[in-house]
């Protein structure tokens, strides 16, 4: 994904004129829930949320993991997005594999669950060069020692040479349309029958990354988090606004982070 590709580029310099103008409208309301098929990029939008497909176990009944929240995490965030910022951003969600050569025409990409991902030797070659030549990654939704240990692991062949560090308060990925200066740990919908916030022993939210050589943060990772949940719950009242908002609030910067660095 070179800078100058005229895939990256163009989406770089319709970004650049709005970027700082995003808008904010707060709280977040109630959205509908339609159903998100893994649609085309539309004519017009510079932007998609696109889910990262890899390999790994399965769920019980057979669902597999990278598909948990799907279709309604990305319907509910795509409507927050379409509300709350000015990126034209594609109606539908897609998900796609990290073999698809089509992944380099998309500056973000989503992964859950990747506690249990168990990648081939070429999916970790080709998730290499997408981080490496300008992609963005974000994973969500894994908890606790063991889910930690299995993302090191798929991570660490990925990068064997890059450490996962603490992001600075300070990192501009926290900083690019809101200030994100106190972080709050975001539940899973689990956390309103369970009566707590964390899941197995994940007891302490971590925000960390990778960068390049550059300094560019190349993964953002949200452990012992579900920011996924708290766009997919939006619409449900028992469910807090404090964490929908703020869950909502981390994607936006996220991505404006992506198309802009």
Not at 79 to 92: H, M, P, S, V
Request: charged content about 25%; aromatic content about 14%; glycine content about 8%.
């Amino acid at each position: 994904m070179s800078r100058n590709s005229p895939s990256f580029s163009s989406r770089l310099c319709g970004v650049a004129a709005w970027r700082l103008a995003a808008l904010i409208a707060l709280p977040i309301v109630a959205l509908a829930s339609d159903t998100t098929v893994n649609g085309p990029l539309g004519p017009n939008a510079e932007f998609q949320f696109i889910r990262m497909q890899y390999t790994g176990t399965s769920l019980f009944g057979g669902r597999e993991r990278w598909l948990t929240d799907w279709p309604e995490a990305e319907q509910h965030l795509i409507r927050g997005i379409k509300r709350l910022t000015r990126i034209n951003i594609a109606e539908e969600g897609k998900y796609l594999s990290i073999m698809d050569d089509s992944l380099f025409d998309y500056p973000w990409i989503y992964a859950v669950e990747v506690g249990h991902w168990a990648l081939t030797d070429e999916e970790t070659v080709r998730l290499r060069e997408y981080l490496l030549r300008g992609g963005f990654l974000m994973v969500d939704d894994f908890h606790g020692t063991l889910e930690w240990a299995g993302f090191v692991q798929g991570m660490h062949r990925i990068f064997p040479d890059r450490a996962i560090v603490d992001i600075p308060p300070d990192d501009a990925v926290f900083h690019v349309a809101y200030d994100l200066d106190e972080h709050v740990q975001i539940p899973g919908i689990q956390s309103l029958y369970s009566g707590r916030n964390y899941e197995k022993d994940g007891f302490t939210p971590q925000w960390r990354g990778i960068y390049d050589d550059d300094g560019r943060l190349m993964v953002v990772i949200n452990f012992n988090m579900d920011l996924g949940d708290a766009w997919e719950h939006a619409d449900v009242p028992e469910y807090s606004l404090l964490y929908t908002t703020r869950a909502y609030k981390y994607a936006i910067d996220y991505i404006l982070y992506s198309m802009t660095h």
